[in-house]
């Protein structure tokens, strides 16, 4: 089946630059890859004269290609919640690794200033700014029910230097980690819980 539009300028500078103001106005698949997707779609940019471009996706579809599963085209409603509350989790299970943003990014499949700019606009916070939040909350369990030493338990929330760690865990606790992990003793010998 040949596509109702055809690819000019204006459509392939929209794939290039994952212009969102183009989604809903046409769709282009990779002849390639046999998928097609979203304009604002962050996969990796295909070879112009493998792409193909259609009026919506049964147009698509019906042509043979099937819908992206990181832009989804068929949803309603672009999946950039879903894909930051993936991003967020993989955070979550990674805390302890040395992480930067280019290594969440690779992970993720999205050029890391896109990933920045979502996740911020999403969660309201940056993707360190959750992780950060992350490490000091498990360095709060770990300091409550462990004894290692605060060097130690920096190491397991993926914070190598302890004077960094501690200037952190100060930072959004308001107090070091030794002093936390006092409070917390004395509130477990009450039965509470330090904040």
């Keep these: 089946m040949k596509p109702s539009l055809e690819l000019n300028d204006e459509l392939w500078l929209a794939i290039v630059e994952n212009n969102e103001a183009y989604n809903g106005k046409f769709f282009y698949g990779v002849e390639t890859t046999g998928i097609f997707c979203r304009p604002s779609c962050v996969s990796r940019q295909p070879n112009r004269s493998h792409v193909k471009v259609f009026v919506s996706p049964g147009e698509a579809l019906e042509a043979g290609f099937r819908p992206c599963k ?5 949803a309603a409603a672009l999946p950039e919640e879903s894909w930051v509350d993936s991003a967020a989790f993989w955070l979550e299970t990674h805390y302890a690794e040395a992480l930067t943003l280019n290594v ?14 979502t996740f911020k606009r999403v969660k309201g916070v940056s993707p360190t ?7 000091i909350k498990q360095a709060k369990r770990f300091l409550a029910e462990s004894g290692g030493t605060v060097a130690d338990i920096g190491l397991a929330v993926g914070m190598r230097n302890p004077a960094y760690f ?11 980690p030794t002093e936390y992990r006092a409070l917390a003793q004395k509130a477990k010998r009450k039965g509470d819980e330090p904040r």
């Design 70 to 74: 990181r832009c989804e085209p068929t």
């Design 104 to 117: 969440l990014a690779e992970a993720m499949h999205l050029s890391p200033y896109y990933l920045q700019r």
């Design 129 to 135: 700014e959750y992780l950060q939040e992350i490490r």
């Design 166 to 176: 501690a200037a952190v865990f100060h930072k959004q606790t308001g107090m070091t």
